[in-house]
């Protein structure tokens, strides 16, 4: 079919494909930074590029025409994903089009929790073999652990007893062993025994944290991050789980992990041969496909996962540059869509020993919820679907540098106070300010209970677009990073009521099969990247979840890596995490005679009965803007 060049700029990266390949596989092919949300599927629109000759590539699709503005187009704007290629061209990548510095949390809670690691370091010095005392080089190994450190029913690992005859007797039988639980997984030649490290590992659809501990006094020596290499095959878990070649996304997966940790290891000076043990969290799709486990049944009803118990894999096995003889211990699941680090969110939170009721909300694309307390609790997966992360939102982002964070709108005149990550000139907004302006609009009289923007409101930032929408203007032109107004329509604004609906259902249907209601609830932990920027206030005016006083909502950070932390350090960490697992039951919201009707209220902000928030109620008629009446339920 022949080739062509194409160069992506400002990079000035070049690459050949072939001809009908489109520009979105040509820029995954070198790296180049641009958001594709839907993995390719033409339905995010936010794989804009600039085409330098309209000659060479195909003819505008129906799907661009649908998302792409009259002016975008007179640009030459095309989505990557949809255009193909006819012949060499020039690709530039818009700002706006890329994902740009993240902001990812790497801090979560500190939970005590006594130090007792499965990795142990003991030194020995043997007496060499005679005549009188033939006895098997492992015999005399095993045999000096029993004598001197009390160590019974202990195995070699295989790799290790193969060159170990060469290994004792370089090491003129002084040496150390290194011990993962009953295994000799390592021999040092020196005394080492004061070098122990291991590696844990939350592995976020989104993000990637990485964290070096020291085991022999449990603190982290570093810390890092990563957006998750997976990204570019897919933003989503179920356009992971339909990618043709899962392989490919296993070994994306493990290069960023192992990206992280040679970071760490040149801030610390620590060695591959030093970390004997890696535990990791992450959702039930990321544990199947950084595994190797075929995920695909995952995502179909029922939406069974394939193993639920804890996994431990050699590190050889998987390419995970810690000690090839050191082990991997990936925490247990609890259902399909309830995964690992929902454990750890449970676990790190002590939710599971508290003798009051508390929920924990972990948000993201798919929001975990757990509401119970040590007699029992209950866990459901909400699809909040990306809108947070800035899909299917106009002017919607991750948190990125340039990204609008925390919006205050003056209820007189409607001019827009805002703050952007790093102070950089706004770009895009991100989830927290998304909360913020929908709260804020409705606070203000923009708009109402169900959503709908106030058309008769006389001001220049109430309009409707060249598509006829109504839309609102957050910040005009002239103060933008991108030279164009940075707008939130009235189906950004359905986006975001759509989403925050599937977390308010999700929270409404366990307080109903718990049996309680929200006065009982003690604390709300709210986890994650995005629960830790958030503004309580906002996402309690939008029903995210229901109203309680905001002194009982604690923002808990990366609890999920905190509960991978607290598995590598503790060996009763380890135990008590499987018990868990199998105590939270999972209710599969679906299933729910109520679900449709509760989602349905979900849908009004931030309910169909304002007498459910009292306190909103009083914010509304402080603004002038409370129902005559509540809106009827559905």
Partial sequence: MGKNIIIFQPEGKRVEIEKEDSILSAALKVGVD???????????????????????????TEKESEMLSNDERKNNIRLACLTKVKGDLTVKVPEFSRTGKQRLQIEGIETPINLNPLIRKYYLELEEPTLDDPRSDVDRIMDYLYENFNLSNLNMDYYLLKNLAKILREAEWKFTVAIWQNTI????????????????????????????????TGKVVAAGSLMNPQIPYGEDVVSRLNYPDQKKLQDAVIEGINQILNDLKEKTAVKSEEIYEMTAVGNTIMHHLFLGIFPLYVGRSPYPPVVRETQIVNARNLGVKIHPNGRIVFLPTIAGFVGADTVGVVLSTELYKSEDICLAIDIGTNTEVVLGNKDKMLAASCASGP????????????????????IKIDPETLDVEYKTIDNE??????????????????????????????????SPRVRRNEESIIEFVVVFSDKTGIKKDITFSQQDVSQIILAKAAMHTGIKLLLKNYNIKKEDIHKVYL?????????????????????????????VGNAAGTGARMCLVSEEAKKLVEKLSKKIRYLELGNDPDFQKTFMNSNIIPYADLDEFPEI??????????????PPKF
């Fill in 34 to 60: 641009l958001v594709s949300i839907c993995n390719g599927k033409g339905t995010c629109g936010k794989c804009k590029v600039i085409i330098d000759n309209m000659d060479s590539v195909t003819s505008l």
């Fill in 527 to 555: 986890a994650g990247a995005f629960g830790s920027h958030i503004n309580k206030e906002s996402a309690r005016m939008i029903g995210i979840f229901p109203e309680i006083d905001l002194e009982k909502v604690i923002i």
């Fill in 617 to 630: 109620s009083k914010t509304l008629k402080k603004y002038g803007n409370y129902p005559e009446q509540s």
């Fill in 387 to 406: 809108a947070f992360e800035g899909a299917h939102i106009k002017f919607g982002m991750r948190a990125a540098s340039g990204s609008i964070e925390n």
């Fill in 425 to 458: 000139p706004p770009i895009g907004i991100c989830g927290s300010g998304m909360i913020d302006l929908v709260a804020e609009m409705l606070k203000t009289g923009i708009i109402d209970v169900g959503g709908i923007i106030n058309r008769s409101l006389n």
């Fill in 185 to 216: 997984i390592n021999i040092d030649i020196n005394d080492t025994t004061d070098r122990v490290f291991g590696y844990a590992v939350d592995i976020g659809t989104t993000k990637l944290a990485g964290y070096l501990i020291d085991l022999l």
